[in-house]
């Protein structure tokens, strides 16, 4: 048999029809949670995913899970964190989900937006302990007043201080840290001890650890640098004062030699390597940079305040992980009783254990200050814990060639701080647009 | 009368595996293309017809062009290079005296490690103080080895085009190797004994009858430039700022950062025009004259 040209266009369109469809798929279907006994005895396989930064903390909730029951067996599968979005992405695409992700919670927003996750605001709500879960976690999770994750994992920026530098040096912790002032001037007096030794530090060449540490700043005043909800948000970058006095500061650091040279290169691989060395009078990190990496000698003489404003106040980026249900989960039961296990006091009170910190603050006891004091500020003070609730975190904050990291290098390094801010504005703006378009 | 010739049905026979092929790997996934980036289509959720509005949110948006812009001055810059140094090594070792073929290996080699594992050692010796780049600089006189290569964007891009160069030039060599030694020796003695230098044998005996040769290796190592992408995104990732964004990481940063698979894939179908744009000015440039 032989195809006519005409025969041979209609097959290719039909072809083409079916892999334009295929590669489609549909929209996957909630679970019905409010079905009776969900949650409860349920049993058989959970999938999980969960990122590779966080896999040990997961894996001892998924260790401990199956220490306590044994009908439901749990399959960790890490995925890379550069990574994440698009698999997930992808994997709702083909239709075939996991039942549960660990998340990062600057990333939980965007799923919940596009219809990916499923409500769980009546579950959540049976749970009774919202007011002492992180808002922040909460917030990033939240749309149209519904919540489709559960808090997890807290990953928070504070400020280490290196009390012996801070004594050498005539200074008390407590009213140095309460505003610009205050760190300038025990910089420049802690930066005076030696030629070794400075009072700051900041990863200048690594967009999202500086977005981690730096924007508290900007935050403790009440101010972002995105205005508006999500769908209608533009920058707020230009005329900010919060963020012009911020990037001052920073500039002042780094002019001032106050700051190791180091600064202006590092891309975060080795954040935490002058703090541990004992160089740093203060260090804007979180609990897991830190700890693991220092010595027990240093950490005895280690105290941990929150980031404070130009003029006062305090913030801290609320920072790390949801538990959150995908639409089209295969055993959506098993999934809820899970993460219930995972945001219980028990377990949360070991996430330190990891490196991580816990989401609620109702872990917070004597013992538990005790035994771990770094991660004990924020959790009482879970209210000033922020982050952008943003469709475009990713391309502005965590991208090397993202607008925050160009504003941020010009205006420090460069000292053309007016000329930053506006262009920054302008790029935040078209990214900003994109993102909802 | 017998004819040698099959049927035509055999012809069509014979073909058709080769044409099945096209057609499933390039023309269908080619329109799928085409319809794809006349949507909205995101990686998550929903999607919807939208025309041309794609090709024109990508032709007004300035970081298309910056980009574009910054992938046609890499592929300026590095162009001349590979080839001017591949022609020279493949010169080097296209006879076969002794030690030539441990040279072709010791040229090749950086080709054969590709461009990822060379990216990653890079990453280590441009270091500050600490990588073999600064070092060897500091030892020689000519910086003080605190340089931040990857922070800025003419020192990156300038050691970014010196690895490439180093990369590439091996794989021009061996081609204009193969080509120069498909050259009748009897040419260049008939030249000799007329009394032809050694530059004017180059000049008007090898780069002429080279012609198809060279024309290749540009287009193969202009193409490969327009696409360049790993290098970019493990040294510099586009940064610092956009300033070492090529146009393909820009593509990627549109679809797996944004999750805007529509756009990304009309800024993918505007590069195919442009590339083969290009290629067609090259073949027309270097075509072969009477």
């Given at each position: 048999m032989e195809l006519t040209r005409r025969q041979l266009l209609a097959l290719a369109g039909v072809a083409t029809a079916s892999a334009a469809l295929a590669g489609c798929g549909g929209t996957l279907r909630p679970a019905d949670?409010?079905?009776?006994?969900?949650?409860?005895d349920a049993s058989g396989t959970l999938n999980l995913w969960c990122r590779s930064d966080t896999v040990n903390g997961t894996q001892a909730v998924v260790d401990a899970f199956h220490q306590a029951q044994d009908r439901i067996r749990v399959r960790l599968t890490p995925i890379q964190n550069g990574q994440y979005v698009t698999k997930l992405a992808t994997a709702i695409r083909g239709g075939r989900v996991p039942d549960v992700v660990d998340i990062d919670d600057i990333y939980s927003t965007l799923f919940a937006y596009r219809g990916a996750f499923t409500d769980l605001t009546p579950l959540i709500d049976d749970l009774g302990i919202g007011a002492a879960l992180s808002p922040g976690h909460l917030a990033l999770s939240t749309k149209d007043g519904r919540r489709y994750g559960l808090p997890f994992i807290g990953d928070f920026s504070v400020l280490f201080c290196n009390t012996e530098l801070f004594d050498r040096a005539g200074l008390s912790v407590e009213e140095q840290t309460r505003d610009f002032a205050g760190l300038l001037d025990a910089a420049r007096a802690i930066g005076g001890l030696g030629d070794d030794v400075y009072g700051w530090s900041y990863p200048g060449n690594s967009s999202g650890a500086l977005g981690f540490t730096v924007q508290p700043h900007v935050w403790?005043?009440?101010?972002?640098?995105i205005a508006g909800d999500v769908g209608n948000q533009r920058g707020d970058v230009a005329g900010n004062d919060a963020l012009r006095s911020t990037l001052d500061f920073a500039r002042t650091l780094w002019s001032e030699n106050l700051v190791p040279p180091g600064s202006f290169a590092d891309d975060a691989s080795r954040w935490s390597a002058d703090y541990a060395a004992g160089r740093l009078g203060m260090f804007p990190a979180s609990f897991g940079v830190v700890v693991p990496n220092s010595s027990q000698e240093l950490l005895d003489r280690t105290q941990v305040v929150l980031l404070p404003g130009p003029d006062g106040g305090h913030a801290f980026f609320d920072g790390g992980d949801n538990l959150c249900m995908l639409n089209g989960a295969r055993n959506p039961s098993a999934a809820w009783e899970f993460m219930k296990f995972a945001v219980d006091v028990q377990q949360q009170s070991r996430m330190p254990e990891g490196f991580y910190s816990p989401?609620?603050?109702?872990?917070?006891t004597p013992e538990f200050a005790e035994s771990y004091?770094?991660?004990v500020p924020p959790l009482e003070a879970l209210d000033s814990g922020y982050a952008p609730t943003t469709l475009a975190y990713n391309l502005i904050y965590n991208q090397q060639d993202g607008p925050w990291l160009r504003m941020f290098r010009q205006a420090v390094f460069d000292g053309e701080v007016d000329a930053a801010m506006q262009e920054a504005q302008t790029t935040y703006d078209r990214i900003l647009r994109q993102a909802q378009a | 009368m017998s004819t040698l010739t099959h049927p035509r049905r055999t012809g069509l026979a014979l073909i058709t595996p080769a044409v099945a092929l096209v057609v499933v790997f390039v023309f269908v996934p080619l329109v799928v293309a085409v319809y794809i980036s006349l949507t909205n289509f995101p990686l998550i959720g929903p999607y919807r017809f939208i025309g041309f509005d794609n090709y024109a949110s990508v032709l007004t948006d300035p970081t298309f062009w910056d980009s574009l812009g910054y992938t046609l001055l890499y592929t300026a810059i590095v162009t001349l290079p590979i080839l001017l140094l591949g022609y020279g090594l493949a010169v080097l070792v296209r006879s076969n005296r002794r030690g030539a073929t441990l040279l072709r290996t010791i040229f090749f080699v950086p080709f054969v490690i590709g461009l990822t594992t060379l990216s990653f050692l890079m990453l280590l010796e441009a270091q500050?103080?600490?990588?073999m780049v600064n070092v060897v600089l500091r030892f020689l006189g000519i910086t003080d080895g605190s340089t931040a290569w990857l922070v800025d964007g003419p020192l990156a891009t300038g050691l970014l085009c010196v690895m490439v160069v180093w990369a590439a030039s091996g794989l021009t060599m061996v081609l204009l190797m193969s080509g120069m030694q498909g050259i009748p020796r009897e040419v260049y003695e008939s030249a000799e004994m007329d009394g032809a230098s050694w530059w004017q044998r180059e000049m008007q005996i090898t780069v002429p009858m080279l012609r198809r040769t060279i024309a290749m290796t540009v287009i193969l190592s202009v193409i490969g430039s327009f696409l360049a992408f790993t290098q970019f995104y493990i040294l510099t990732q586009g940064g610092p700022g956009s300033e070492t964004t090529t146009i393909v990481m820009a593509i990627y940063r549109r679809a797996f950062?944004?999750?805007q698979l529509g756009a990304a894939t009309a800024m993918s179908l505007v590069l195919v025009v442009i590339t083969g744009l290009v290629t067609a000015a090259q073949f027309w440039l270097l075509r072969e004259r009477s």
């Open positions: 949670i409010e079905a009776a006994g969900f949650g409860e403790a005043t009440g101010r972002d640098l989401v609620r603050s109702d872990v917070v004091p770094f991660v | 500050p103080n600490s990588g950062v944004q999750l």
